[in-house]
Every structure is written in C-alpha cells, then in structure tokens.
C-alpha cells in the first residue's frame, strides 16, 4: 500500500468508522472524536504533503479504472478543502466536547450529535476525493441526510419545522441532481468527470442536464431565489451543529458545482449562464445582507450573513468559467472565490461558536442581552472581531486575498459591475456586524444578571479558527500555489 | 413508427416526473410532499434504466442498474428520515404542514 493509498483511506474512512463506534459506545463520543481527529488529521497532512511534492493523486479502487471503477482524485482544491474541513471540525469537535459529553443521564441529542458529526465529515471528505459525478451524488446525499437530523437534533417545534422545510429544499435538488447525471449517463456512458470532460457538449440534451444539475446544486447552496431554509435552520440548530451547517456544508455542493462547471462540462458555459449565476449571487449578497441588518438575535444575523457571503462566491462563473476561461485573469478570479470559500469556512465556524458560547454565557442570543459581554468573554469578542475581519474583507484576513483577487479579475475582465458589488458586500457586512460588536463593547446596563462563567479552553477553539483566517491572508502565497496544483488548464498567474 | 419497448419505458419515466413535481409543488401536508418525492424518483430510475437499454445487439447496460438500485437505497433513507421527521413534527405543532403553509382552506381535505 502506497502512502497516498493510506492517506487516502485514512481520511475517507476514520470518520465514518468513528461514526460507527460512536454510535455502538455512546457515552464515549468525545474521546471517540479525538481518536478520529488524529487520524483524520494525520492522513490529511501525508496527503497535503504527496500534493505539493508530486502533484494530483489518483487511486482506482481495486484496480479498476474508469469508466467502470470507482476513481478517487486529490488535487490541490481538494486537498484545500479537506484540510480546511479537518481544522474546522477539530475546533469545533473541542467546543462540543462539553454541551454534548454523555453524563449519567441519557440526553437524546448528546447521545446523537457525535455519530451525526462524525458522518458529516466523512460524508464531505468523500465529496471531495470524488471523481465521478455518480459518487458525488452519494457523498452529498448522506450529507444532506445527516445536516437535516443535525438541524432537528434538539427535536424542539421551530427546529423540526426547519429541518423539514430544509429537507423539502433539499430532496428536490437531489432528484434535479440525479436526473441530470441520468441524462449526462444516457449521452455520453459514463459519469467520471475526466472522461466527460472529452465527451460533454456532443449531445443535445447536455445543457438540460447542465441545468437540472446546476438547479439542484444551488437549491443545497442556499442560492437566491433557494435560500429561504437557510436561515432558520442554521439559526436553530446549536451552535457547534450551526458552525458545521454554515461554515462547510454548502461549501460541498459549491465544491460540486466547480468541478461540474470547470471540469466535466467548460465547453458547456455559455456567457447567459455564466451571469445568470453571478447575477443570482449578487441578489443574494443585497437580500441577505439586507435582511441580516434587520435581525436582532446574533446567530439569525450569522445566519443571513451566510445567505450573502455564499453569493458572491457564485462571481467565480463570470469572471473564471466559459470564454473567461482562458484569459490572464481567469486564475485570480478561480483562487480568489476558493480563498473566499475557505477564509468563510473558518470564520463563520468560528463565529457561529462564539455564538454558542455567548448563549451559554447568557442563556439567549437577543441583541440587547449582550451590552457588556466583553468583560466577560474577552477572548470570544476578540475572536468573533477578527472573524468579522475577515468577512467583511478588512486587511490583512483570508477574506481580504479572496475579494482582492476577484476585484482584480473583474476589472482586468472588463466587468467593474461584480467588483462594486464586492466593495458593496463588504460595507453590509461591516454595517450588520458593527451592531454586535458595538454592543458587545458597551457598557453592561445595572441590573442586568451576571454572565455565567465559559472556561477560557474553550473560548480558544473559536480564536484559533479565526486566527487561521486571518493566517490565510498573511501567508497567502502557499496556499495561493498549492490549490492550483493539477487545476485543467491552469494558466498559473501571479498575484500581481 | 413502432414504440419500442424503451422508448415507452422513457416516456413512462417522463409522465411520471411529471406527475411528481405537480404533486410536489401543490401539496401542502408533508406526507403527500414525501409521496410525490417518491412519484419522481421512479420516474428517474425508469428513465435511467430505459436510457441503459439502447443496443438491441449487446443488452443492455448494467452500470444504470447498479446506479439505480444504489439510487433506490439513498431515496428509501430520505424517505425514512423524512418520515420520522414529520411525525415528531407533528406530535409537537398538532399538524402534518409546515408553519407556513399550515392555514385554513387547505386544499387537502381532511386531517389525519
């Protein structure tokens, strides 16, 4: 067994046989999590390793190739994303350990949340190795299934009803996604993304195909007009399961919607498409942000900021995919949207876990509640700040690289409207996260009760993933390089 | 023109997706909702397993049905979770509808 084989298998299968043991041991879920978190992470860094020495790897399962075999696939985004995945479920795993540490009482949610965690990750893992839409298709369906039951774990009314609001979204777009790959299949025979690559575009029911895998993918991003789950039910779940929900979830069917767009079917990308979809994501930039300025609990304000931040991810189609493709500025465009979807990943995480200690602080997340929180939870304001940084894309965080880089494609594209609508985005998300924080720093009223204490352990989970953010910013360069490593058609460009 | 057996199979897949979004998109209780989920995904795996027999010569194409039948174990799960959902749901909020479409004049009759 080769390393690659072994880092490969490590990271698909030690959270799914995690999962496996923490559902038969119930009560032992947190070690559990730390066992797999170990090898999980040791498997990711072998892996990001064998990248950056000796480019994309490739495994056939068994030994068969494609079309019949299964083919599993690492390269730079990839390895990106699962590495980013691993960080952010470690910090969030360390601040779960204790709401949902199995004590002497039997609690349903502290007996389910470790399983469903840990399927989760396994669940995004293989959505990411995957080289075949087929595969693909069953890695986002066990997601969706297990971030439905994390949305209805604490089996409250309002949560129920989110998780099956979520759920009726959510079939929807699978069965648009698996029509779509009957259809690609009934064309072309096949449903690995390399041997597509060469064949898509022949048929003439390609761009129905295209457009029912497209509708389905964005219905689980939560793109505009699809987003109206989003809110509720990031909001109501708790808060570890909110950072998991927010912060890497729909960054998976994104995951897909690039590897369909940008490798199985580039041919297929019209402009019409291409700013159908960047126009979609401009209107959920405005409608999300709007909506966020309006709320007044902290984790619906976090939640519709995600509803933003996921549209102007969508910007990479205009200016990266069709025509754009292979133009200078194509691969600014292309890093600058993974930059944004990874910096998020790490900072909507780590601002959903402030949220969740600044609830056990004080019992609620109403705005008011938290005039004077600082004095309290120093180190979760100062974490949930540096967040805000990098969302509103402030120098020197991840968030800054990843507008910077798309800002300037955009002008070197000719199309100035998406870098207005980025400087637009970062203004709304200084003005909705200003409230908190403003009042996070105010001075508490008199009578109000005194926060119960959080160990201060536990509040460095959420610094270290925002202080990672901002690291992606600083140190931009390695990560820069590293995803573009086996990207088709790389015209590596500079960040100049 | 002589309907060939998988052409007739395509087209039964087609009325069936059909069929499925209408019941999708009308119904408010959820259970019928789940229904009409189920009405698609045949229709899918019809149409996907029609699309697999296309040479008369060389049968047909086994790799759909491995899809379909993987394809069938995800849609029997959905379902199942689906389910479970809507009955702890429903314990809870006194009804089988979301909150929002949960009003008077129902176009389904009746309660459970």
């Known amino acids: 067994m080769t390393a690659s084989a072994l880092a490969l298998a490590l990271i698909l299968t030690a959270p799914l046989f995690g999962a496996l043991a923490a559902m038969l041991m119930g009560r032992r879920g947190p070690a559990i999590a730390l066992a797999t978190i170990i090898a999980t992470a040791a498997g990711t860094l072998i892996l990001l390793v064998i990248i950056a020495t000796e480019g994309a790897v490739h495994l056939a399962i068994g030994g068969w190739e494609a079309p019949l075999g299964i083919q599993l696939r690492a390269d730079g985004l990839a390895g990106g994303f699962i590495a980013t995945t691993a960080l952010v479920m470690g910090a969030i795993l360390a601040v779960a350990a204790k709401p949902f540490a199995g004590g002497k009482t039997e609690r349903r949610s502290a007996y389910t949340f470790w399983p469903l965690a840990l399927l989760l990750w396994g669940a995004l893992n293989a959505i990411f190795l995957s080289g075949d839409l087929f595969n693909l298709y069953v890695g986002l369906e066990l997601l969706t299934l297990v971030a439905v039951a994390l949305v209805g774990i604490e089996g409250k009314r309002e949560t129920l009803a989110a998780a099956l609001r979520y759920m009726m979204f959510a079939l929807m777009g699978s069965l648009l996604y698996l029509l779509g790959a009957a259809l690609l299949y009934a064309a072309h025979g096949t449903l690995d993304i390399a041997l597509l690559a060469e064949r898509v575009g022949s048929a003439p029911g390609d761009i129905v195909a295209a457009a029912a895998i497209t509708g389905g993918l964005a219905a689980k991003t939560a793109l505009f007009p699809f987003h109206a789950w989003l809110p509720p039910a990031h909001s109501g779940a708790p808060a570890p399961a909110s950072a998991m929900l927010s912060g890497l979830v729909p960054k998976a069917s994104f995951y897909i919607l690039l590897r369909f767009w940008f490798e199985a079917a580039p041919d297929l990308a019209g402009s019409g498409v291409l700013m159908l979809l960047g126009g979609l994501g401009a209107f959920a930039m405005v409608y999300g942000s709007l909506l966020a300025l309006h709320q007044d609990r902290l984790k619906l304000i976090i939640a519709y900021s995600t509803v933003a931040q996921l549209g102007y991810l969508f910007f990479i189609f205009p200016l990266a995919g069709g025509e754009s493709a292979a133009q200078p500025w194509a691969a600014g465009a292309w890093s600058g949207a993974i930059f944004h979807a990874l910096s998020h990943a790490m900072a909507k995480a780590s601002m959903f876990l402030c949220a969740g200690l600044i609830i056990e602080a004080i019992g609620h997340d109403r705005l008011p509640g938290m005039k004077g929180i600082v004095r309290a939870l120093p180190m979760t304001v100062f974490a949930f700040a540096l967040a805000a940084i990098t969302l509103m894309g402030l120098p020197p965080s991840g968030g800054f690289t990843a507008k910077y880089l798309m800002m300037t494609a955009s002008f070197a594209a000719g199309q100035p409207f998406w870098a207005l609508m980025l400087i637009l985005a970062g203004l709304l998300a200084a003005a909705y996260l200003y409230r908190p924080l403003a009042l996070a720093f105010a001075l508490p009223d008199e009578d109000a009760p005194a926060p119960k204490a959080v160990s201060r352990a536990r509040q460095f989970a959420p610094l270290a993933l925002a202080l990672a953010a901002i690291l992606l910013g600083i140190l931009s360069a390695a990560p820069f390089a590293f995803i573009q490593i086996g990207r088709p058609g790389a015209a590596v460009e500079g960040l100049e | ?112």
């Open chain 2, 1 to 112: 023109m002589v309907l060939s057996a998988s052409l007739l199979y395509g087209l039964c897949g087609a009325a069936l997706i059909g069929l499925g979004l209408y019941g999708f998109v009308v119904h408010r209780r959820l259970i019928r909702r789940v229904l009409a989920f189920n009405v698609i995904g045949s229709g899918i795996f019809l149409l996907f397993g029609a699309a697999a027999y296309r040479d008369p010569v060389a049968g047909s194409d086994p790799v759909p049905q491995a899809m379909i039948i993987t394809g069938i174990v995800v849609a029997l799960s959905a379902t199942a979770l689906a389910l479970a959902l809507i009955v702890a749901h429903a314990r809870l909020a006194r009804s089988d509808a979301l909150p929002e479409d949960d009003r008077s004049g129902d176009p389904d009759e009746g309660r459970p």
